[in-house]
């Protein structure tokens, strides 16, 4: 395929929808603290995307600017055929906002949400119709930020002692000490590679309009972490 995917660190929005014009790229991705603030400088958006009001994707079509999701799509995919009644939710930031999407769409009962920034966490909780957290049992616990390395200082380690099932969104190339822990504790996993992979290949798609292999991505995400 002829393509290059290269990053870039960009401290102004409006450089990337230039660069994206004057270089007529095919597209690019876009990560905090600009996934929100990317959204009005779109010519169209899909429908999820419009209704989380924050892209990670975007594509360049003939000239127009379409914002995407994946993240939805990434997370979605992770738990589609899986069931969960009651979900802790450990973070606020914008991926924490679109896992509040997937599970209301997916019926959960109820979604309870924590973090370190109590101020933050209650703000969250009113925004999005979510339920104070008092250490009550979940079927699922999510990681939605980078917490979860250092054991001595995270107060996100004690609600392993509440959960059946973790998901850590974070991505590395060994387990965190969540995980570690988590799985001495014989709690059902899934890591952050597993969505990343998933989100990926939909971004993929999107850019190229082929549908990739995963074997494929496994194999380069793995390749990755060895260098």
Request: proline residues 3%.
């Given at each position: ?31 905090s603290p600009f996934k929100s603030k990317m959204i009005s400088h779109m010519d169209k958006l899909d429908k999820k ?126 387990s965190t000490p969540l995980v570690q822990e988590a799985k001495k504790m014989n709690i059902n996993i899934f890591e ?32 990755y972490f060895q260098n």
């Amino acid at each position: 395929l002829n393509y290059i995917y290269l990053p870039f660190k960009i401290d102004d929005e409006r450089k990337v929808i230039n660069i994206i014009r004057d270089l007529n790229l095919v597209g690019c991705s876009v990560s905090s603290p600009f996934k929100s603030k990317m959204i009005s400088h779109m010519d169209k958006l899909d429908k999820k995307t419009s209704i989380l009001n924050n892209l990670n994707t975007i594509k360049n079509v003939d000239g127009e600017l379409h914002g995407f999701n994946t993240d939805y799509l990434g997370f979605n995919s992770l738990i589609e055929d899986k069931y969960f009644d009651n979900v802790l939710i450990y973070g606020n930031g914008s991926v924490a906002k679109t896992i509040v999407n997937v599970l209301k769409d997916k019926g959960v009962n109820k979604i309870y949400a924590s973090g370190r920034n109590p101020e933050n966490v209650a703000n969250f909780i009113q925004a999005h119709s979510l339920t104070n957290y008092n250490n009550q049992k979940v079927d699922l616990f999510i990681n939605a930020t980078p917490a979860g390395y250092d054991k001595t200082n995270d107060d996100i380690f004690k609600n392993l002692n509440f959960c059946k099932t973790l998901i850590d969104l974070n991505v590395s190339n060994s387990s965190t000490p969540l995980v570690q822990e988590a799985k001495k504790m014989n709690i059902n996993i899934f890591e952050g590679t597993d969505m990343s992979i998933n989100q990926l290949i939909a971004q993929f798609e999107i850019y190229t309009d082929i549908q990739p292999d995963k074997k494929l991505f496994k194999e380069g995400l793995e390749l990755y972490f060895q260098n």
